[in-house]
């Protein structure tokens, strides 16, 4: 694939990406594509926080309700998807707006992914459910420099770099990334206060429990590996077994949603991008995207 051209507007979870990002794409002329990895799913649009049809119907939106929710799909098979789809708005003439809070996916459009194996169902399922523990014991002591090397706290990782030394027999960390692509991606990650942000978390866990997010996990049947690893899913299941209350529920959700976002912040730190204030001039930010296009 030729050379791609595209902006980047990552953050964690609850800084305000979406509106930021339409008002952009609106002053830029350009389209939106998403890099979320639950927000690429069908169903599940107040759990995973997909921005409103008001926002969606403003400038067009791509890879969010693309997939059902009992496909898996791997920051692989994203970076192939986006490709495609960047590929196709360069050749419009339009440089879209890549807009997401999953590192990972980002960085697959960035950097090619190694040659892996593609995930297994069935493997996937029996590493779900193994204790992370237990996971990580297997890591160290078959792949000691990917031990010390992953994020330990994100489990969706630590499964795919065991399923890779199953599938493989080799270690994950001998599976080294490609060189950069010659893509051109300027970037801007939204920041907020530690305070501002966990207020922001808290009410929006809050909103979502009390507008729908209960009734689409309980409707929901035959979710894939990933989709069961939505913040919110296991622990509204919880709730719906009876063996906890709504208030710990919340609670548990609140709580998961700010390290997340305390792991995506760790994360966005070591990219190439600037930091920006979410409560700043978007006139601002269209000025930045500008300079890097001409």
Known sequence: ?????????????????????VEIAEQLGTEIVGADAFQIYRGFQILSGKPPSALQERVRHHLIDVLPVTENCDAARYATLAGEKIAELNRRGLVPLVVGGSGFYINALIIPLPDLPRSDPELRAQLSAEPLGSLLSELRERDPEAFHQID????????????????????????????????QFPGLVLTRSRVDLHRRINKRVQWMLENGAIEEVASASDLNVTATQ?????????????????????????????????????????????????????????????????
């Open 152 to 183: 330990r706290s994100n489990r969706r990782r630590v499964e795919r770099a065991i399923e890779v030394i199953r599938l493989t027999g080799e270690a994950f960390s001998s599976h080294r990334p490609s060189t950069p692509a010659e893509h």
């Open 230 to 294: 939505m913040i919110g899913v296991p622990e509204i299941r919880r709730f719906l077994a009876r063996e906890i209350s709504l208030e710990e529920c919340v609670r548990t959700v609140q709580a998961a949603t700010r390290q997340y976002a305390k792991r995506q912040i760790t994360w966005f730190k070591k990219q190439p991008f600037l930091p920006f204030d979410a409560e700043g001039s978007v006139q601002k930010a269209v000025e930045f995207f500008g300079q890097q296009s001409s």
């Open 1 to 21: 694939m030729s050379a791609l051209r595209f902006f980047v507007l990552a953050g964690p979870t609850a800084v305000g990406k979406s509106e930021f990002a």
